[in-house]
């Protein structure tokens, strides 16, 4: 048992130093380690296999909404990259540049990419033509570098992983379809798989993506009070077909220009259900995204017919779960502790008293409680019980983000409350950006959107008392 209280008293509690217990569970779950390229991390088995579930479900959705993969080169000539100076000018504190090949200085600077946008820029205005090529609906699954100042595992790395939609439209209408589309697949993924709450809304001018005419985003809100951009779509209007030359000859033939969007999530989701799932004893995870739904702990293995009667078990569930047993030479109470360290959703207990009676105890990891089930119904139980997790998990989200959601008229009332009890803020905009500027300067909050489902929460603007416009969530953000 000492051994047991040790491993749960490596975590820092989340109170205490909620940065330091982030870190502690990244680590002590195994989900990554640090690599001698800073800023880098290495991506371990178990966190990439929650992508690479992530990655599955994503890409189910995406080829159901009729996109298909393709890959760009991960470098980008200087003078492409240029071509859209709005574009350029957002991205440039984070470009990182090849300037050699083997022992040779490069005619051009090559740009390691951070985001593929001018790569399918220069490849649509070449296979698009007509009005008959359109829509292109494509997706590609790769990896990004910005050369980020501050580094934090999964939420800010210098390079990470993520998916990119580039989509291209005969219409400003299609384009702006498409765009909500996305962003409307992206909130119903995290929702429903992933169990975390979502607010829906557009970007300020101030907060949108370099190049785009509009960003949308799904916002979500962390255990600490701090807000989290999980997806953004962009509506690129024509700007970069103009900037690259994407014209289509129309059904009036017209030579016209194209409109485009892209729309991308990342591996910053898995940052994402750490800190909206966990708790002092480590990672919990949504079943859904469970490498290992159900762990098989054998009690008293060494007895005569019990290891024999965990495989059975799992051979059975295996059909219905993704199942593990743990037949390692730990004591029992270690292997209680690691699971649940690794947000393992549910645990199954036999030994020799168990199979005497033809039951097994089932322990859920989100709050501990047992249950004994025969094993004769265990087929029909275990989905019903990981379907109740994830159930409970997203209300128990949803509970916290609601708690944590505040309204204020004033600014004043405003910092009290990032102060007090950090959350998101509902209150009035002017639509001024010199507004939003102040309340960044003086508290750290940013807008993260302007939501679609809109309140009124007072006439007038919170910062400068002016007409106001919209009502936004403000929040600090990671």
């Known amino acids: 048992m000492a051994k047991e209280k040790k491993f749960v008293e490596a975590i820092t509690s989340m109170n205490e130093d909620f940065a330091q217990w982030y870190t502690d569970v990244v680590r002590k779950a195994d989900l990554m380690t640090y690599s001698s390229v800073k800023g880098c991390m290495i991506i371990r088995p178990y966190g990439y296999a929650i ?145 975390i709450p979502v607010v829906k809304g557009q970007k300020t001018d101030k907060e949108k993506f370099a190049g785009a005419q509009a960003t949308f985003t799904i916002e979500s809100l962390m255990h600490d009070g701090k807000a989290l951009q999980s997806g953004t779509s962009h509506n690129f209007g024509d700007g970069f077909a103009r900037a690259f030359g994407i014209q289509f000859l129309d059904r009036d033939n017209q ?9 991308g999530v990342s591996t910053r989701l898995i940052g994402a259900i750490i800190m909206v799932h966990g708790d002092d004893s480590g990672l919990v995870l949504p079943p859904n995204v469970a490498p290992v739904q159900l762990i098989i702990v054998p009690v008293q293995q060494h007895v005569e017919g019990v290891l024999d ?88 989200a949803l509970a916290h983000r609601e708690e944590r959601t505040f309204t204020a008229t004033t600014l004043d009332e405003m910092e009290k409350i990032l102060n007090e009890t950090p959350g998101f803020i509902k209150a009035m905009w002017c639509g001024d950006r010199a507004c939003e500027d102040l309340v960044k300067d003086r508290m750290a909050a940013t807008a993260r959107c302007i939501p679609f489902e809109q309140e009124k929460i007072s006439d007038k603007c919170v910062c400068c008392g002016k007409e106001a416009k919209h009502m936004l969530y403000w929040g600090r953000a990671y």
């Open 255 to 263: 030579l016209k220009y194209a409109y485009q969007t892209s729309w």
């Open 51 to 195: 992508w690479e579930l992530i990655q599955k479900e994503l890409d189910r959705r995406f080829k159901e909404t009729g996109h298909e993969n393709v890959y760009m080169p991960m470098f980008i000539p200087e003078s492409l990259l240029q071509k859209e100076k709005d574009h350029v000018q957002g991205f440039a504190p984070e470009v990182a540049w090849v300037t050699h090949g083997g022992e040779n200085e490069l005619a051009e600077r090559l740009c390691v990419r951070p985001t593929s946008e001018t790569l399918f820029c220069d490849h649509y205005k070449d296979i698009v033509q007509s009005y008959r090529d359109l829509p292109k609906l494509y997706n590609q699954w790769c990896s990004v570098v910005r050369w980020e100042k501050t580094t934090r595992p999964f939420l800010r790395s210098s390079e990470f992983l993520w998916q990119e939609g580039h989509t291209v439209h005969a219409t400003y209408e299609e384009a702006q379809e498409e765009t909500i589309r996305m962003l409307n697949v992206y909130s119903s993924f995290c929702e429903e798989f992933l169990a």
């Open 309 to 396: 009667k965990a495989y059975e078990l799992k051979e059975r569930l295996s059909k219905v779960c993704r199942v593990k047993v743990d037949d390692s030479d730990k004591m029992p109470g270690w292997k209680f502790s690691e699971h649940e360290m690794r947000g393992v959703p549910l645990r199954l207990e036999v030994g020799p008293k168990d199979i005497e009676k033809n039951q097994v105890v089932l322990v859920k990891r989100e709050n501990r409680e047992k249950l004994f089930v025969s094993m004769d119904e265990l087929e029909e139980k275990v989905p019903q019980i990981l379907s109740d997790i994830q159930k409970s998990l997203y209300e128990k």
